[in-house]
């Protein structure tokens, strides 16, 4: 019996060893394989965690920022039709922006120029880029594509593709340009008081930079639906008026004005909101210097300038 017993025993006591053993061997492989395996996981997955956010954060800053800069007057109708319309065709090319209208409040004659140097010398500090915009001219084919002008001016509404003006030298309505480039060029010239030619003039001082302009491609619309042009030439007349020399003075290249001569004040600074658009408007007091540019008024006559006003035709 006790032999029996002890027979009993030993069996129970080999078989515990021996499943002891198979787990202690089962146990001492699996943590090691499951540890080393976990380590290399997670080490791979912070790598790539890490890229990612490095790879975003290169993106978000090599994003350019654009500053709209929109010379202005007495032409808030068009304003509330072209806030939302740009902001809407900007932000399907996922270009960030801002509405900068420099509102002239001065009552001498509208100076979209001097308006324009100013809005950048407002800008240059905190966007990469920006454009020169006029408020009814608005863009409709989205491969119009505000983007970055490294090279050169960026003019985006080419007269091939301009409702009104086709000559090859045209520039104005759309261009945008890089910071440095501007301030290469001195800006644009200060003479050009009532509306016309600034851009020609402006044309000049790039080609003789040496930079070239740059236009869209791949454009297949044309003049009537590649833009809209909400300008009403009965509603809104433009200041043609030549006087005193003005005629001849403004269709020579400008070389004394531009950035470095602009004089102006800050008014006043507004923040709007249009149909959830936030736009800045600066109210600009521009200062003319009448012994230079009388025709910024046309109604008198310095004693040092002689007059050369257009005789009317009578019929």
């Given at each position: 019996?006790?032999?029996?017993m002890r027979?009993?025993l030993?069996?129970?006591?080999?078989?515990?060893?021996?499943?002891s053993?198979?787990?202690?061997?089962?146990?001492?492989?699996?943590?090691?394989s499951?540890?080393?395996?976990?380590?290399?996981?997670?080490?791979?997955?912070?790598?790539q965690?890490?890229r990612?956010?490095?790879?975003?954060?290169?993106?978000?800053m090599?994003?350019?920022r654009?500053?709209?800069?929109?010379?202005?007057?007495?032409?808030f109708?068009?304003?509330?039709?072209f806030?939302?319309h740009?902001?809407?065709?900007?932000?399907?090319?996922?270009v960030?922006?801002?509405?900068?209208?420099?509102?002239?409040?001065?009552?001498?004659?509208?100076?979209r120029?001097?308006?324009?140097?100013?809005?950048?010398?407002?800008v240059?500090?905190?966007?990469d880029?920006?454009?020169?915009?006029d408020?009814?001219l608005?863009p409709l084919?989205?491969n119009?594509?505000?983007?970055?002008?490294?090279?050169?001016?960026l003019?985006?509404?080419?007269?091939?593709?301009?409702p009104?003006?086709?000559y090859?030298?045209?520039?104005?309505?759309?261009?945008?340009?890089?910071?440095?480039?501007?301030?290469?060029?001195?800006?644009?010239s200060?003479?050009?008081?009532?509306?016309?030619?600034e851009?020609?003039?402006?044309?000049?001082?790039?080609?003789?930079?040496?930079?070239?302009?740059?236009?869209p491609?791949?454009?297949?619309?044309?003049?009537?639906?590649?833009?809209?042009h909400?300008?009403?030439?009965?509603?809104?007349?433009?200041d043609?008026?030549?006087?005193?020399?003005?005629r001849?003075?403004?269709?020579?290249?400008?070389?004394e004005?531009?950035?470095?001569?602009i004089?102006?004040?800050?008014?006043?600074?507004?923040?709007?909101?249009?149909?959830g658009?936030?736009?800045?408007?600066?109210?600009?007091?521009?200062?003319?210097?009448k012994?230079?540019?009388?025709?910024?008024?046309?109604?008198?006559?310095?004693?040092?300038?002689?007059?050369k006003v257009?005789?009317?035709?009578?019929?």
């Open positions: 019996m006790v032999s029996h027979s009993v030993m069996r129970c006591v080999g078989i515990c060893l021996f499943t053993f198979f787990i202690a061997l089962f146990i001492g492989g699996l943590p090691a499951l540890d080393s395996c976990n380590c290399e996981e997670n080490h791979d997955r912070d790598v965690h890490e990612f956010h490095k790879s975003f954060l290169s993106e978000e090599e994003r350019k654009l500053a709209i800069v929109v010379p202005f007057r007495d032409r109708d068009e304003l509330l039709q806030a939302p740009i902001a809407a065709f900007l932000e399907k090319q996922d960030p922006f801002h509405i900068f209208v420099v509102n002239q409040n001065d009552r001498y004659r509208f100076n120029a001097s308006l324009i140097n100013v809005g950048y010398l407002q240059r500090e905190n966007y880029y920006f454009a020169m915009h408020v009814d608005l084919n989205d119009l594509r505000y983007k970055f002008p490294e090279h050169g001016p003019h985006i509404s080419g007269p091939e593709y301009h009104k003006y086709h090859a030298a045209f520039i104005g309505g759309i261009l945008l340009l890089k910071m440095e480039h501007f301030e290469q060029l001195n800006g644009m200060n003479r050009y008081w009532g509306w016309g030619l851009d020609d003039e402006f044309y000049v001082r790039i080609k003789e930079a040496g930079l070239e302009v740059s236009r491609t791949n454009i297949t619309t044309g003049t009537k639906n590649t833009f809209l909400v300008h009403d030439r009965v509603h809104r007349r433009r043609t008026t030549k006087c005193f020399n003005q001849e003075i403004t269709r020579k290249r400008d070389r004005t531009g950035l470095s001569t004089k102006y004040s800050i008014h006043n600074r507004r923040e709007l909101t249009i149909d658009v936030a736009v800045t408007v600066l109210n600009v007091d521009l200062i003319c210097d012994h230079k540019t009388p025709w910024c008024e046309c109604e008198t006559k310095p004693d040092n300038v002689t007059a257009p005789k009317k035709r009578h019929r």
